[in-house]
């Protein structure tokens, strides 16, 4: 995790991509959820995906949107050439880039360091540590804490 990560990604610019907190996202419009769910699948079999890397594909109608990573800290180099392939991938399918419908909602619960109890959030969200002094959704859907 570093921050020469997320900042080479944005030197490089993949096209359709936005990096937001949550790390590099793109949305594609298909037409429909079926053709959604095949870009899906296709971009899931692409060989240069990152297994364990935390990304999360989400299909609400005819759009899919890929976040690459959990976290912008969490975007290294190869991720350029893995966006450049889903982005690759979603033009074959004639799907079009939305960068415009990217957007994250962010929940900070906020304490001294040694005053926070991350265990106790953990808890109560159901989340998964992600780094020793923080929690991530595990379904990619909340905010990290």
């Known amino acids: ?39 899906a699948g296709d971009i899931a079999a692409l060989p240069c995906w990152l297994e364990g890397s ?13 976040r690459l990573t959990r976290d912008m800290w969490q975007l290294e180099s190869e991720h350029v050439d893995m966006a450049r392939a889903v982005s690759a991938v979603a033009a074959e399918h004639g799907a079009i880039p939305v960068p415009s419908a990217v ?20 808890a109560v969200l159901g989340y998964s540590a992600i780094a020793e002094d923080n929690a991530v959704d595990p379904l990619g859907h909340g905010s990290t804490v």
Not at 54 to 66: E, F, I, K, P
């Open 54 to 66: 935390g990304t999360v594909l989400t299909v609400v109608d005819d759009m899919l949107t890929v």
């Open 1 to 39: 995790m570093s921050e020469e990560g997320w900042k080479q990604f944005l030197t490089a610019d993949p096209p359709d991509w936005v990096v937001l907190h949550g790390g590099a996202t793109a949305v594609f419009t298909t037409g429909s959820a079926a053709a959604s769910i095949r870009l």
């Open 103 to 122: 957007q994250e909602v962010q929940l900070a619960i906020a304490a001294k360091p040694d005053q926070i109890d991350v265990a106790f959030w953990r």
